[in-house]
């Protein structure tokens, strides 16, 4: 169905490396969005794309929408500590759909 | 006041309570929606409003009762709970409701932690 698997779960990493994540379903989406969740806080958008094969960045941050329209990849460059949080893909077709999220913890 | 305001933002009731969690958004949008949060799964959607009325009731338990008064405030009342109700519920708008495009970005509130005992 329009489920989305999000991976990886979860990531640790030291300060300055690149980070990338993907999120990939069976079904086909119109529209793709990235959000960020600080630990107490409500989602919050980083990037939106809404045309297969868009790429986007915003700072470090690079997305793109995959040309099956089935799949998006997001990529953190030069991470700082703090990037630290939960990232959720996105897929909306009807209804947004979500992943389960990369929890992304970063070393200094 | 910007965004989306969730309050209570931690709530800790008893099976047996009636409570209630408010949400108000100031983005002049037409659609708003609950979410619950479990952790390391998906958000789930529990309810959707479009223009103040319901568009979508995701098979919530009748024990979650939405209440829509206008297009700024969007409320979830609570009775008898169970404990496993114990989650983040979190309040979103969008500018609209089912069209593809920018409009259905969602703008998510803090959340409200709900803890039952």
């Known amino acids: 169905g329009q489920q989305l698997n999000q991976s990886p779960q979860s990531m640790f990493i030291q300060e300055g490396e690149d980070v990338s994540m993907n999120c990939t379903s069976s079904?086909?989406?119109?529209?793709w969005l990235w959000y960020k969740q600080d630990p107490g806080e409500g989602p919050v958008l980083l990037i939106a794309l809404y045309k297969a094969g868009e790429l986007t960045s915003n700072g470090r941050l690079t997305a793109q929408f995959g040309i099956t329209r089935k799949d998006s990849f997001l990529n953190i460059s030069a991470s700082i500590p703090s990037d630290v949080g939960i990232y959720f893909c996105?897929?909306?077709?009807?209804?947004?759909?979500f992943g389960a999220g990369t929890r992304l913890t970063v070393k200094p | 006041e910007t965004g989306v305001t969730q309050t209570p933002r931690h709530l800790v009731m008893g099976m047996t309570n009636k409570k209630s969690l408010k949400c108000e958004q100031h983005l002049g949008h037409n659609a708003m929606y609950w979410y619950k949060q479990s952790a390391k799964k998906p958000l789930e959607l529990m309810f959707v409003y479009s223009l103040e009325e319901r568009v979508e009731n995701n098979s919530v338990p009748s024990r979650f009762s939405p209440e829509c008064p206008n297009s700024s405030h969007l409320f979830l009342h609570l009775h008898t709970l169970q404990p496993e109700d114990s989650a983040l519920y979190l309040c979103?708008?969008?500018?609209?409701?089912?069209?593809?495009?920018?409009?259905?970005?969602?703008?998510f509130g803090a959340g409200s932690r709900l803890t039952v005992l």
């Open positions: 996105a897929g909306y077709n009807n209804d947004m759909r």
């Open positions: 079904s086909i989406f119109n529209t």
């Open positions: 979103a708008s969008s500018q609209d409701f089912g069209r593809v495009s920018g409009a259905n970005v969602l703008t």
